[in-house]
């Protein structure tokens, strides 16, 4: 048996990472799906800090920007100065769609910028569009 795909999901927003979560695990596909809502604790979660120290590296992140404590900007430049984690794909999701915070994550390392639709259904294909995109038609590193 394979081991499930590994995706962790950034998001301060529970219904937005209750529903994502759903979506992700509702498909035919293995996903192991771990929450984080703030930047340092998604740091500590990749770079096996406590209380994360036995966390398994993912194989791909969805990141939101708008997270409190540390943003997602400093999160995703976090996780591109460290060689074990810089080739983990990275998805932005997130509800902003100002050209600056697109042009500023892919100058940062982003892989993909999606920005969150208003509405259920819109979201729910939004979030399945990546999945379908990220988890079975890439090759994962």
Known sequence: MTKPLSVLLIEDNPGDA?????????RKLRVA???????PDA???????????QAELPDLILLD???????????LSEIKK??????????????????????????????CYVTKPVGLEAFQTIVRDVE?????????P
């Open 18 to 26: 209750e529903l994502t979560r759903e979506i992700l695990e509702e």
């Open 33 to 39: 799906i771990t929450v984080v809502d703030n930047g």
């Open 43 to 53: 740091l500590a979660y990749l770079l096996r800090q406590a209380p994360h120290v």
């Open 65 to 75: 920007l708008n997270l409190p404590r540390m943003d997602g900007r400093q999160v």
């Open 82 to 111: 460290h060689a074990d984690l810089c080739t983990i794909p990275v998805v932005i999701l997130t509800s902003s769609d100002a050209e600056r915070d697109i042009v500023k994550s892919y100058a940062l390392g982003a892989n």
């Open 132 to 140: 379908k995109f990220w988890l079975t038609v890439v090759k994962l």
